[in-house]
């Protein structure tokens, strides 16, 4: 307990010292997509476990709001299907990054969400670590899910869309389609405990790729962020359990993304 108010004293500081340069983002809306890393700082990014509240307090947006699901994958499956109301919190067929696109989209609509300017995703722990109830994600290369189509593929079923490559494509596009001013950043998955490294990075490498190929910007936390596997491996540092970050990791990796992202914003 002793140090975790340690922890959380030391990022106020911190965030005191950042607040005062961060009057540029006073006018960005930020919206957030991913898994349970993002889905435990809560919707409105306020639970001191989840970067995304120390993404918000020291980014200083207008506003700032998680559609993340604890379970989520990008990676879709034969069985994924539109449904925006489920909300089971464990890993499932429609707990899916392009459910929370939809339920975004949907939250837009009705008036209840201000149009994004901003719209980061945090996911691909889950598409790394259940390969058996994703089979195809790593079917397919970031290059080869770009070679065959050179315009949006939203026109698809979504049920066909099952590689962890084409799932990104297919949300980003769907994203880029319904939101053409607001600029979109891919966090690459944590390294974690719970799959193999190589796993990890796999999927953070598709990401990237896909990114790259779609001119949106990719922030690689498996090899930028404090989580080390090895290190949890040995004795929990940064996390509660080896794969969810602890107050302390929370923060870390909540200043980093706000600062690798105050450096690549081309929202004016």
Known sequence: MKKTLAVIALCLVALCGAMAQTQEHKNINVVIL???????????CDNEKGWN????????????????????????????????EENIAVLGDDNVIYNQIMRLRQAVKNGSQT??????????????????????????TGEEAFLWADKPITGKEVSKVKSLAMSVRYGCELLMESFPDAQIVLLTPLQC??????YIHQAGDIIEECGRQMSISVIRQDHLGCVNRTQELRAKRFTSDGTHTNAEGACRNGRLIANQIASLLQIR
Request: positive net charge; aromatic residues 14%.
């Open 34 to 44: 991913g898994d349970s890393n993002t889905w435990i700082g809560g919707d409105d």
């Open 53 to 84: 509240k120390w993404f918000k307090d020291f980014f200083q947006p207008a506003s700032c709001k998680s559609y993340a699901r604890s379970g989520a994958t990008w990676t879709n499956t034969s069985r994924t299907r539109l449904n925006t």
């Open 193 to 198: 405990t719970a799959t193999k490294l190589e």
């Open 115 to 140: 149009t994004p300017n901003l719209i980061i995703i945090a996911a691909g722990t889950n598409d790394a670590w259940f390969q058996n109830k994703r089979p195809f994600v790593f079917s397919e």
